[in-house]
């Protein structure tokens, strides 16, 4: 009967039923029998779901069960293949196979089981367990990952130290600057964001965001390394006698806090011998912390960061039609590239790695062809290529290098990707400009081969 129903059904000629158990045990027989092919053939037939009891039939049968994960393949019945695998202990395989049915939350866990912790995080990812995938992708040492992960996850402090030191501070100041007061962090962020204020010579604003956390504390274990970091700044901008006076003070307050001694040595240019708490003590009395308050410091105030580029890259007709928010947030993902004359940016017969947009010089576009080498096309200032390697993984299909200096925009691949996943809206408009993209060179190849 199953033989029959297997060859009956077809569009416009009704339909043939016959009952799961008989269809099971036709199933059975036919993997028993080694045909795999026409049980996945009369499986994918079937208009109701009878892959779980199937499952459940082999359940105690280890051969069958290989047979029947087999079969689901042959199906594209990914998931019950996977649970077959897993079932199996096959954890590598399901995890792939989960992969393949969309189901990330299981291959998060199956490659977890195997302890391929970047796949996992992957998957977490992909599946918006953004705070699973952060920790994974934090303990293999992704932290980019680890950062745009916790960024998602909402912990802003772990996200913007993380941009911090992959010296990535215009990301980091950006969510540092989202930890509340109220946070137990806070303090920690303040730190950070004086720091890169510093390092990027506004010594001023990073003096006045740690006063407005300190707020006329004394020095104490919650405010110790406020204070720290301010001398710093304070040794930064020129004025050592401030700088001192602070050291001196965590140094009454704790004499082994961090190397305030080193620091004060450093500052006095003298061979400072260690002092004594008894000494220190002797001290508190007589050095007044002398740090003033800027003007308008009673009134903290979030610090704006200007995206060097970010117009520019806005007005690519790549990018045209993409909204404010999804523009910024792309902009993150772009890396600043420079090159030198004769550099390469794409190998002709590669995989394609990454998009880049021309920021300013030029690039010479070249075709390969056996020991000849043809200049096809030079590209300039707004010019974009490689688009197509973010959507294509086929090798590309000719050489492009710099002529002269070159800045460039690169959005590699792997970016790429991760950022579509996260944002569809986008997805959908960048992919309908890369069609458009392509078309119109498609139309110029054919006015060119037919003008020949």
């Keep these: 009967m199953l033989e029959h129903a297997a060859n009956q059904g077809a569009p416009g000629e009704g339909n043939t039923f016959v009952t799961t158990a008989e269809v099971i045990q036709g199933l059975v027989k036919m993997l028993g029998d ?22 459940n039939k082999v359940k105690t049968q280890p051969t069958l069960q290989k047979l029947v994960a087999n079969m689901f393949f042959r199906a594209r019945d990914f998931d019950k293949a996977a649970l077959a695998c897993e079932n199996l202990g096959e954890h590598a395989k399901a995890a792939q196979l989960y992969e393949q049915a969309d189901d990330y939350q299981s291959a998060a866990e199956m490659y977890a089981q195997v302890e391929n912790f970047e796949k996992a995080a992957e998957m977490f990812e992909r599946n918006q367990n953004y705070r699973q995938a952060a920790e994974l992708f934090l303990k293999v040492k992704n932290f980019s990952r680890a950062a745009a992960n916790y960024e998602r996850a909402v912990d802003y402090f772990v996200a913007g130290k993380l941009y911090h030191e992959l010296g990535k501070y215009r990301k980091s100041m950006e969510l540092l600057q989202k930890v509340q007061s109220e946070e137990e962090r806070f303090d920690q962020a303040t730190i950070l964001i ?4 510093a390092r990027n010579g506004y010594t001023d604003l990073a003096v006045k965001k740690i006063l407005n956390v300190i707020k006329g504390r004394p020095i104490e274990p919650d405010t110790a390394e406020l204070y720290y970091h301010l001398a710093g700044v304070h040794a930064i901008k020129g ?57 308008g410091a009673d009134q903290p105030s979030a610090i704006v960061g200007v995206m060097d580029g970010f117009d520019f890259l806005q007005k690519i007709p790549l990018f045209e039609d993409m909204p404010l928010a999804e523009m910024k947030a792309f902009y993150n993902i772009c890396e600043e590239r420079t090159f030198q004359d004769g550099e390469l940016l794409i190998e002709q017969g590669r995989p394609g790695m990454a998009l880049y947009v ?52 690169e959005i590699s691949r792997e970016n790429f990707l991760r950022f579509l996943q996260a944002n569809d809206r986008f997805a959908v408009r960048v992919l309908r400009v890369f069609i458009r993209t392509l078309c119109g060179r498609l139309r110029d190849t054919t006015v060119k081969l037919a003008a020949q």
Excluded at 194 to 197: E, F, K, P, T, V
Excluded at 373 to 390: C, N, R, W
């Design 34 to 55: 080694g045909d795999v092919a026409e049980a996945a053939s009369v499986y994918s037939r079937c208009q109701e779901d009878i892959g779980y009891v199937l499952i």
């Design 194 to 197: 004086g720091d890169i204020l």
């Design 239 to 295: 004025n050592e006698k401030v700088a001192k006076n602070i050291y001196q003070q965590i140094l009454n307050f704790d004499i082994s806090f961090r190397d305030v001694e080193a620091k004060l040595k450093e500052l006095s240019g003298e061979d400072a011998q260690p002092t004594s708490a008894a000494v220190a003590d002797d001290w508190a009395d007589e050095v007044e912390l002398d740090v003033e308050m800027p003007e």
């Design 358 to 409: 021309i920021r300013s010089g030029q690039v010479t576009v070249k075709r390969v062809e056996g020991d000849q080498t043809k200049d096809v096309a030079e590209l300039t200032e707004g010019d974009h290529v490689g688009e197509m390697s973010l959507v294509d993984e086929s090798s590309t299909s000719a050489r492009v290098v710099a002529k002269g200096a070159l800045v460039a925009f």
